[in-house]
């Protein structure tokens, strides 16, 4: 009997997604800096998980939007969970920079920083695309030109767009649309099956991911801009379990346990560096956590370009950075000022590829009392903190699809007992393949 009870323990560890993923990364880190060149050659690894990923994303967000729309029939009520998202959004975003702020003129880590002596790489692309994309440009391409090209090309704000139309179309049509509705409905369970067949693939694609960034980067490369990546991470850390945590107690509901829950997709955005890696597996989880799914597919598509805390955090930070390495003092009003550009370019510039470096460039250009060029002194170091910028984003998504849900009363109470006490039971490990049924 005794033995019957250890050999499904054992197995269930072997099988674990977190031990699988933990183990990867760790693998990645030895195999990167031991033998750096073979690292650099399993970056195509990383980037096939992500992209088996992205390929499902627009998919599932579609069918979540539209059928959590359709659903709630009521279009006010669409209108009030987006307004409180959005304004929810703007506060703890703001509140992130300002943080930024506080923590980079306290810590000063670019003060005594010698610019002449550290690694540069070329910011011209990021300067370039910072001048062609301002705030009109972000406003019209959240309008597809082809519907069929925004499904294509995985433009989330584009598919996001399309998907609330089609969900308020769909509900106009009350009965006659209710077979479609039903459709979708069986597409999302479908997808979210094809997620849980590409998860088998996550450790490869973290060790991939991890090998490519300590072989390519190498760890000694941290060393002169340490102190800039111990602050961020630090800060990062004391924003969730400070910030995001009062806001997790004000709301009723526990932050640790939350973390818990989410471990896995927490792992796996370490060792890809990408949130997106998560985004399908967390609005499952979201909805498996009691909230409900209209909420989830309003709030967890929109928070990835609108409610970004750790490139809040990192973006206010870089900006000081730069200003301290090179001796330029910032009065009050000019860091208010930054502070201020940050709040439009950060979510101008959330669907271009490398939005930090276009957001910051942007700003830098805005200011324009800090140079550009500062920021080739990042380039060395921006995968590393990469991973701190995600995962916090990652959690305070997930905060916020909580939040909404409270306030919407759109959250059960009894489902997310239940569904943490089996995840607890190791219950959730086979469950975890079955797509979520909707109550």
Known sequence: MEKAVQKPNKKRLYQNLTVQVLTAVTIGVLLGHFYPKLAVQLKPLGELFIRMIKMVIAPIVFCTIVVGIASMGDMKKVGRVGGKALLYFEVVTTIALAIGLFVANWVKPGAGIDVAALAKGSVAKYATAAKEHSTWDFVLNIIPDNVVNAFAQGDLLQVLFFSVLFGIALSALREKGKPLVDFFDKISHAMFGVVNIVMRFAPVGAFGAMSFTIGKYGLKSMIPLGKLMASVYITMFLFIFVVLNAIAKYYGFSLWKYLKYIKEEILIVLGTSSSESALPRMMEKMERFGCSKSVVGMVIPTGYSFNLDGTSIYLSMAAIFIAQAFNVDLSIGQQLSIMAILMLTSKGAAAVT?????????????????????????????????????????????VATIVVAKMEKEFDETKSAETYDAFLANKSTASAAEPVVNS
Do not use: K, Q, W, Y
């Open 354 to 398: 490398g939005g930090g470096f276009v957001t910051l460039a942007a700003t830098l250009s805005a200011t324009h009392v800090l140079p550009v060029e500062g920021l080739a002194l990042l380039l060395g170091v921006d995968r590393f903190m990469s991973e701190a910028r995600a995962i916090t984003n990652l959690i305070g998504n997930g």
